[in-house]
């Protein structure tokens, strides 16, 4: 068990719709990253917080939107769904301890999975 | 070209065996690089970590990284049924912002 926990584990919905995943960090890690698991693009970053503010983007679409609340808890939200947004969703935290070796080091939680139908 | 390539398996080898997983990279501005393991409908589990080149070993697993030749290895001796899993390889820059860049990761099946 990393400490990443992750809710819902699957959610099913229609196209057009609206989801919100939501995702708590390792006690103590205040950066959070979002990441999307698919069969053909594999694992790719989406967005990382770190205490509450945006630190990094990566493939994240328009429709796709994430915060971190000040208890560290982050979600991401999908909106106006598309049968291409089915994939898991993972996200990890980090201590984000710069300098020391091994200090960046990304814990993954379960992932949700989301099917868009 | 994709900024990490992965050997796309999947890979079947018999229990006992010693299996190399392989991944190059083109961005030579990494600095960090990780092995990742994840099981089936689970969340990838940090496996081996290593920083710059050079070799790392743990147990039966030794992580190997050559940057000269922007080339990382995975080997894992005396394979077990156990480490039937989706291995994949991931990397990253250093300091505070640096995502991590994964391979797409390859299937490996220990046959009892």
């Known amino acids: 068990d990393s400490g990443v926990t992750q809710t819902p584990k699957h959610l099913i919905t229609a196209t057009g719709q609206r989801v919100t995943l939501r995702c708590s960090p390792r006690s103590g890690d205040l950066s959070v990253y979002w990441y999307q698991q698919s069969l053909d693009q594999g694992l790719q970053f989406l967005i990382q917080?770190?205490?509450?503010?945006?630190?990094a983007k990566g493939n994240i679409l328009e429709r796709f939107s994430a915060q971190q609340f000040p208890d560290l808890h982050s979600e991401l939200n999908l909106s106006s769904l598309e049968l291409g947004d089915s994939a898991l969703y993972f996200c990890?935290?980090?201590?984000?301890?710069?300098?020391?070796?091994?200090?960046?080091?990304?814990?993954f939680g379960p992932g949700t999975r989301l099917t868009v139908l | 070209q994709k900024e990490v390539e992965q050997d796309p398996g999947p890979l079947s080898v018999p229990e006992g065996a010693i299996v190399s997983l392989n991944c190059t990279y083109s961005n030579s501005a990494f600095q960090y690089f990780m092995w990742y393991r994840q099981y089936s409908r689970k969340g990838p589990e940090l496996l081996m970590y290593t920083y710059s080149s050079g070799n790392k070993e743990d147990g039966r697993f030794t992580a190997q990284v050559d940057k000269s030749s922007k080339y990382i290895s995975l080997f894992i001796r005396d394979s077990q049924p156990s480490d039937s899993a989706t291995y994949l390889c991931a990397m990253k820059r250093g300091g505070a912002n640096s995502k991590l860049t994964f391979g797409k990761g390859i299937t490996l099946s220990v046959r009892p």
């Open positions: 990890a935290s980090s201590s984000l301890v710069v300098g020391l070796a091994g200090s960046n080091e990304q814990f």
């Open positions: 917080y770190y205490n509450g503010e945006e630190r």
